[in-house]
């Protein structure tokens, strides 16, 4: 048993049992629904699916992150129990959660000044997120102290590779990521834009896909190319979707084209709070392969 906690955010996009099982305790973000206030729990208290429902009927759908006073009060817990903490967060490319989680654990060693609070920015998002802290959480079974997994993350959080696509631009261009115009044009062309996650944590259209089809290809282009070993890849493969159908299109196309991966895909949903900005149609692809550099 490891003297300290290794801890995220919901916002990592994988599932209770599955958090429960790796020792991973979890923050909440918060997502309002046409007013009402629900915890991005994993779908404990609210389903992602139903959130992506209500969505589709016109319902607004807002989010916050975790809050300097939240983020006491939940490293408090583990600080009472005696034990030290580090604590990974959503990238600081696409949330200020990172900067709360900092200034929440410089106010908890003024009480707790015998204790160390580590906060990691994860550069990565959804269950790349997560699939950063499944390895995270394998070093720490191995062993490490939490400065050897401190250190550790710090040198592969970039070998986390990040790909999706969307085939639904209403939700971008409602958030403006999108201009109502290019979205339009996007939307009668059946463009499917293809991002990644770069270097600094930040979601970067990289390429303009026609057809559902296509995008579904060329995601699996990206991982031959980026993947570890190429098509002889062996490590974890993390996929998350708002899509069933695409993403078992996705699934089955890794399979076909990594003989060594067969069975060995996880799927999740991607959570409430994340799904609150890319909406239906979202696919996102996640495996070790080379570090991130633009």
Request: charged letters at 30%.
């Amino acid at each position: 048993m490891s003297d300290y906690v290794l801890s995220c955010c919901a916002s990592c996009d994988l599932n209770p049992d599955w958090m429960k099982k790796r020792d991973i305790p979890y923050a909440f973000f918060n997502v309002t629904l046409d007013g009402l206030s629900v915890k991005d729990d994993m779908g404990l208290s609210f389903s992602p699916r139903e959130l992506l429902k209500r969505m589709e009927e016109g319902a607004d759908a807002k989010t916050s992150q975790v809050s300097i006073g939240e983020y006491q009060t939940y490293f408090e817990e583990f600080l009472k129990e005696g034990k030290d903490i580090l604590h990974v967060t959503l990238s600081s490319g696409i949330s200020g959660t990172y900067n709360a989680a900092c200034t929440a654990a410089n106010m908890m060693k003024e009480d707790y000044p015998d204790r160390k609070i580590i906060i990691i920015d994860s550069m990565a998002a959804s269950s790349g997120y997560g699939l950063l802290m499944e390895y995270a959480a394998d070093k720490r079974d191995e062993g490490l102290s939490i400065d050897e997994l401190a250190a550790w993350i710090e040198e592969n959080k970039l070998n986390i590779v990040h790909w999706f696509f969307s085939t639904d631009l209403t939700y971008y261009i409602k958030g403006g990521r999108v201009s109502k115009t290019a979205g339009t044009i996007g939307q009668a062309l059946s463009i499917c834009p293809l991002l990644n996650v770069d270097f600094e944590g930040r979601l970067i259209p990289r390429e303009k896909i026609r057809t559902k089809k296509k995008v579904v290809k060329r995601i699996v282009e990206k991982m031959v190319e980026d993947a570890e070993n190429g098509i002889n890849y062996t490590g974890k493969v993390f996929l998350s979707d708002t899509d069933v159908e695409l993403g078992d299109a996705v699934q089955a196309l890794i399979e076909e084209t990594f003989p060594q991966l067969k069975g060995r895909i996880h799927r999740f949903d991607i959570g409430c709070t994340i799904a609150s900005h890319t909406g239906p149609g979202t696919v996102a692809l996640f495996f070790k392969g080379k570090k991130r550099v633009d």
